[in-house]
């Protein structure tokens, strides 16, 4: 399935659903709040910068739904949004993708992101087009980390001093990468 016909499915895997998150305000001011509980995590996921409103998320989940660069899925579980995993980089002309994730505090821990990565992976790999899957994280991120280690992926270089955050502090970040041959 190619990811245009993706971006509007509702897929089900291992209890979740993955569909994209709507561009509504009822979800913009749920991700505006659960971004603003956790500031310290989620600039993990945000290293330009944390929301700054619901209107900012709003904004920025309606063009993002509306780009073919990226292919983010909310992860649902009974309705509820539970964080998000897919694609926050496609770049089909080089033939490479690039997976994020994020999961709300209260459901980290309990292995979700282990057990939904390997069904984002074969949807990558099922792309004609694509042949590495690259997964960058801060450092000092340990869980991502360690969830690339756990996968299968390569540490293929330290990016020193790769990127300045809001707050100043100036922060290293690691490449892994997955190829098709793996
Ligand atoms: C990244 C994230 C989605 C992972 O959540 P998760 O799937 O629940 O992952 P876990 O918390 O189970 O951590 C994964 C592994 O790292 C280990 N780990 C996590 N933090 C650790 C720490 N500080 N020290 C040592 N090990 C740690 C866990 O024990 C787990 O290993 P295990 O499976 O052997 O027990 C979640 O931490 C998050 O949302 N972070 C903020 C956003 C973010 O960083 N996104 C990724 C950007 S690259």
Redesign the pocket.
């Known amino acids: 399935m190619d990811f245009e016909t993706l971006r509007n499915k509702k897929i089900k895997v291992g209890g979740f659903v993955l569909m994209m998150v709507p561009a509504t305000m009822e979800y913009a001011k749920e991700i505006f709040k659960i971004v603003s509980q956790d500031p310290k995590?989620?600039i993990?996921?945000m290293p330009d910068g944390l929301f700054e409103s619901p209107e900012h998320v709003l904004i920025s989940y309606y063009q993002r739904n509306h780009s073919n660069r990226s292919l983010m899925f909310g992860i649902f579980k009974d309705n509820k949004l539970l964080?998000e995993i897919g694609f926050s980089g496609i770049m089909q002309k080089s033939g490479k993708v690039e997976i994020?994730?994020?999961?709300r505090k209260s459901?980290?821990?309990?292995?979700?992101?282990?057990k939904l990565l390997p069904r984002i992976e074969k949807m990558a790999f099922e792309q004609d087009w694509c042949h590495k899957i690259q997964?960058?994280?801060?450092a000092k991120?340990?869980?991502?980390k360690?969830?690339a280690e756990?996968n299968g992926y390569t540490l293929e270089g330290v990016i020193r001093q790769d990127a300045k955050w809001p707050n100043g502090s100036i922060r290293d970040k690691l490449y892994f990468g997955k190829l098709k041959s793996e």
Do not use: P, V
Not at 100 to 103: A, M, N, S, V
């Open positions: 995590n989620m993990f996921w964080g994020g994730y994020w999961l459901e980290r821990g309990k292995g979700i992101i282990n997964l960058h994280c801060d991120n340990i869980a991502s360690t969830i756990q």
